[in-house]
């Protein structure tokens, strides 16, 4: 059988699992399929708990994505892919385990598999963004995290090191939805061959101060080694193949309010020799600005968790260096719209992609997502989504469009 095949029985199987799992209930919250316990395995009959305890906690998850073309100016055929994503992860607590104050540690792998109707579809062909954002990097195994953090000066200094992505840091952002453009650090979606985000990693150190309750800065250093985006390099440790390092820098202000609000403002140059658009024979140094923010809107006065919650992303490249000169999004989400469906949300994420006047016949791309998210049991969330993209490909002569219908589930084993 193909792997294409095997894959669809995969999905096939694992999907009437999920949904009778969900429909399971069980007098006792922690236990297996229990839909008060995060986990859909339970508490191990309590040892999950007694670990955490002890300083080891453990995680098991999987992401999955499907996606079918609806409608599109370029072809009707209805193609549907899917792809997924598994991470297992340790967080280990060494105050506790080995006694060293304010110490953790942290080792993650993933699994990603299947496929992108972004790069399947005629209809979408030379899309800029991707209808899938859990698909790429390599469908491999990949040694994600591996790292070891310590805080110092009454926890104001954080310093961390080992081996992980620049967006768990710096330009983080929440990835709810399921289009690349409205999920996840932005920076890394345009500038990838150098900013490399989740779930590839890279040596790194992160140093992070906090100024007062509300505000900190940080700074790091991050290898730049392209070998660890090869497909059978996803547990690669050597520097063999680095030539220069991309360093970030980002201030954070988190307002003491009563609703909750986070913004981001930052900056990176990498230290890597990058050909110029207009002029393959030179080279410069690439580097980015970017501002993000997230807040709170509104609240229910019996439940501070659901309400209006806004947000956007706004980032910029040197034109001289990088196909992408600048990327926003803005959107909405609304938690708990109905009384009977409180931890339910309701969202809406607009993202404009703006390509270098030096690429000739393109211009911009536009990506629209609408989601509702069911909140089936606190192990197992399912979104269904509808997404538009106007301007395939940022092509300015023409105004390719597609009509995309989606589903994301998260789950927690």
Known sequence: MSKAGQLRILQLGFMPTLLCA?????????????????????????????????GYDFSLGYTGESATLLDSSRDSDHDTEYTGQLAL??????????????????????????????????ALAGQMSSVQEVWGRGQTWRLTDLWIKKKFLDEKLDIKVGRFGEGEDFNSFDCNFQNLALCGSQMGNWAGDE??????????????????????????????????????????LSTDGSHGALIPMEVV??????????????????????QTINDASKTDHRQGFWLSGKQQLTQHADDATRGLTGFFNATWFDPDTNAVVDMQNIGLSYMGL????????????????????????????????????????????VRPNVQYISHIGALDDENDDAWVGGIKFMTAF
């Not at 007098?27 to 007694?50: C, L, V």
């Not at 607009?350 to 192990?379: C, M, P, Q």
């Open 195 to 236: 900013w490399y985000n989740w779930p590839v990693s890279q040596w790194a150190a992160r140093v992070k101060y906090q100024i007062n309750p509300a505000v900190y800065a940080q700074v790091g250093v991050y290898e730049y080694n392209p070998e660890n985006l090869e497909r059978g390099k996803g547990f690669n």
């Open 253 to 274: 202000w988190r307002p003491q309010a009563t609703m909750p609000a986070e913004y981001r403002a930052g900056y990176f140059r990498s230290t890597v020799d990058a």
């Open 338 to 381: 109905a009384d009977q469906r409180p931890k339910d949300e309701l969202a809406l994420g607009f993202s404009r992609i703006h390509l270098n006047e030096d690429l000739e016949n393109r211009d911009v791309e536009f990506n629209t997502e609408l989601y509702y998210g069911i909140h089936v049991n606190n192990w197992l969330t």
């Open 89 to 122: 992860g340790a967080q280990f607590d060494l105050e506790k385990i080995l006694g060293w104050q304010d110490t953790e540690a942290n080792i993650t792998v993933t699994w990603r598999d299947g496929q992108n109707l972004t790069n399947t579809s005629d």
């Open 22 to 54: 969900a429909m399971l209930q069980s007098s006792h919250a922690q236990t297996a399929f229990s839909s008060e316990s995060p986990w859909m395995f339970g508490d191990w009959n309590g040892q999950r708990t007694a670990l955490s305890q002890q």
